[in-house]
């Protein structure tokens, strides 16, 4: 489990060294997050699945639908924006992969 500070947990803002410490918690989570993304996209499995992730989301389609649909489609679409946007921050160009590999997937069938 990561021994990054929670939510809410109250610490000293004018105290620099617990500031400098949080901060470097922090910094120590953030590159673990994309450590886990990377490594997802090393793997084949690991890309097919976020791109299915991304497609299922609607990040390639609009959400308008004239009714109130289009709320739930827009937070579908934003949690598959989340996922793109972790993907370029972690690799770019796994991405770069990621449609290469899927635009050959799409003309196989």
């Known amino acids: 489990m990561s021994d ?4 809410g947990e ?9 500031v400098k410490a949080r901060k470097r918690k922090l910094g120590r989570n953030r590159r673990e ?8 996209l090393t793997h084949e499995q690991g890309r097919r699945f976020l791109w299915r992730l991304m497609d299922h989301a609607g990040v390639y389609s609009t959400c308008f639908t004239g009714n109130s649909q289009t709320f739930f ?6 949690t598959g924006l989340f996922v793109l946007n972790e993907i370029m921050q972690a690799d ?7 449609i290469k590999e899927n635009r050959t997937n799409d003309d196989a069938r």
Request: net charge negative; no cysteine; proline share 9%.
């Open 33 to 40: 997050q994309l450590g886990d993304v990377r490594f997802l």
């Open 92 to 98: 770019p160009d796994a991405y770069i992969a990621m």
């Open 4 to 7: 990054a500070p929670k939510k």
């Open 73 to 78: 489609n827009e937070g579908k679409r934003d």
């Open 10 to 18: 109250p610490y000293d803002a004018g105290d620099e060294g617990k």
